[in-house]
């Protein structure tokens, strides 16, 4: 069965002579590996074959549960590789793009964390117009949140207004909208709580 997808490229590896591996997340098929042939000499000419892309990828499933995919065609939808221009946003990119890869099974729904994927790209390549930019702890909180609601490993709060913070959080990640207003000591706190469940999960940072 062909299937055509969208897909967030988070890392490339050359593969064999001369074609690329390509590892990502899709909203539909969670983490997807891809080995686009003859990609290394189309690298140049095919920009859309790199990190931080968002493109539309053409694939064929045969149904037999493989974890790996060639890819037949590769056509951009977002481009955020502008987060390469600030050190800093890259780093935490690559943080972001590392522990969705550990993490994600193959073939798992992930809507909202994808969502939230692109949202923080956006931020963090200053592409995003609808709001003030997150910073790099706000990202890596709703991510964090997102992923973990998703996959239903956050608990509930001990007060429905932790709770409501909680569902406007994930929910402005997800829109790519204005976070809920707090104190930055309260984004650290919550960072702090997040990576703990993360740990309790046994899920790798």
């Known amino acids: ?11 490339k590896k050359p593969y064999r002579e001369a074609g690329l591996l390509l590892r990502g997340l899709s909203p ?38 493989r974890d790996i995919f060639t890819a037949r065609r590769l056509e951009t939808i977002q481009d955020f590789s502008a ?3 600030n050190s ?42 609808e709001h003030p930019p997150w ?7 709703v991510l964090k949140s997102t992923f973990l609601c998703e996959n239903g490993m956050l608990p509930e709060g001990v007060s429905q207004q932790q709770n409501e913070f909680m569902e406007i959080l994930v929910a402005s990640g997800m829109d790519n909208a204005a976070l809920p207003e707090c104190q930055e ?11 703990e469940l ?3 999960n046994q899920l790798k940072k």
Not at 1 to 11: H, K, Q, T, V
Not at 105 to 117: F, K, R, S, V
Request: negative net charge; glycine residues 6%; charged residues 20%.
């Open 1 to 11: 069965m062909i299937i055509s997808a969208p897909f967030i490229i988070l890392e």
């Open 28 to 65: 539909d098929y969670g983490k997807i590996s891809l080995i686009l042939h003859g990609g290394q000499s189309l690298s140049n000419s095919a920009p859309q074959a790199d990190i931080f892309r968002e493109v539309e990828v053409e694939f064929e499933d045969d149904g037999k549960g």
């Open 83 to 85: 987060v390469a221009e």
């Open 88 to 129: 800093r946003n890259y780093r935490m990119a690559a943080r972001i793009a590392a522990f969705l890869l550990d993490n994600t099974p193959p073939g798992d729904i992930q809507l909202h964390t994808y969502e939230a994927l692109k949202a923080v790209l956006s931020n963090l390549s200053g592409s995003c117009e």
């Open 135 to 141: 910073s790099l702890l706000q990202c890596s909180v």
């Open 185 to 195: 000591e309260y984004w650290k706190k919550l960072n702090e709580w997040l990576n």
């Open 198 to 200: 993360i740990a309790l």
